[in-house]
């Protein structure tokens, strides 16, 4: 779905759409959206840039980084762009130069910038993207998730294990050897 810069000019332009993601256009392959985004939201002319304002809604399955279990979760984004009429409408540049201070009621700096190719912007890409962006770097299935021990390997969600109880690091030992020859040559 692509959408039209011209057809907000008159008025804001809504929308309301399921856009499939698929699986292949992620580049992390466990990030899998099962079924589609659903994508709403208006673009609104503001001369000489329009607003974008949109709202994705989704469900993803993503893997635990602590306990490796693969889990879901619903995410609702809230996004903004400002959206720029590009190379093809060569007035858009003429009335940023002739603008006055304060003519703004946004603060581009804030938002992001899109540059739409053709006078439209291709929805289809920009959710793909947003999606692919959103994927936390370390997924977790809950904030108190245990993770696996690193020595037995053992689920501790699921099940205990007697590994930090009983240890004593080895390498601990070997410090401790260190220290007592240390002592001795001082004495
Ligand atoms: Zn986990
Ligand atoms: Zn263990």
Same mark, same amino acid.
């Given at each position: 779905?692509?959408?039209?810069?011209?057809?907000?000019?008159?008025? /804001?332009?809504?929308?309301?759409?399921?856009?499939?993601?698929?699986?292949?256009?992620?580049?992390?392959?466990?990030?899998? @959206? /099962?079924?589609?985004?659903? =994508?709403?939201?208006? #673009?609104?002319?503001?001369?000489?840039?329009?607003?974008?304002?949109?709202?994705?809604?989704?469900?993803?399955?993503?893997?635990?980084?602590?306990?490796?279990?693969?889990? &879901? *979760?619903?995410?609702? #984004?809230?996004?903004?762009?400002?959206?720029? $009429?590009?190379?093809?409408?060569?007035? $858009?540049?003429?009335?940023? $130069?002739? *603008?006055?201070?304060? !003519?703004?009621?946004?603060?581009?700096?804030?938002?992001?910038?899109? @540059? !739409?190719?053709?006078?439209?912007?291709?929805? =289809?890409?920009?959710?793909? *993207?947003?999606? &692919?962006?959103? @994927? +936390?770097?370390?997924?977790?299935?809950?904030?108190?998730?245990? %993770? #696996?021990? +690193?020595? =037995? %390997? @053992?689920?501790?969600?699921?099940?205990?294990?007697? =590994?930090?109880?009983?240890?004593?690091?080895?390498?601990? $030992?070997?410090? *401790?050897?260190?220290?007592?020859?240390?002592?001795?040559? #001082?004495?």
């Amino acid at each position: 779905m692509h959408l039209q810069l011209d057809q907000a000019r008159s008025g /804001p332009l809504r929308w309301r759409d399921a856009v499939r993601v698929p699986a292949p256009d992620l580049s992390r392959d466990e990030a899998l @959206v /099962p079924g589609s985004v659903d =994508c709403e939201g208006s #673009l609104t002319f503001t001369g000489p840039d329009f607003l974008l304002q949109t709202r994705l809604r989704y469900r993803y399955r993503l893997r635990c980084d602590r306990c490796l279990a693969p889990y &879901e *979760e619903d995410v609702d #984004l809230a996004l903004a762009f400002v959206v720029t $009429a590009g190379g093809s409408d060569g007035s $858009a540049a003429a009335d940023d $130069a002739g *603008e006055g201070p304060g !003519a703004r009621e946004l603060e581009p700096e804030d938002l992001s910038t899109l @540059v !739409a190719v053709a006078g439209a912007v291709d929805l =289809c890409r920009l959710v793909c *993207e947003q999606v &692919e962006l959103n @994927v +936390p770097m370390k997924p977790t299935c809950d904030s108190a998730c245990r %993770g #696996l021990c +690193p020595q =037995c %390997g @053992v689920d501790r969600n699921r099940q205990a294990c007697n =590994c930090v109880a009983e240890s004593v690091d080895p390498r601990w $030992a070997a410090l *401790e050897a260190v220290r007592e020859r240390i002592t001795d040559s #001082l004495t």
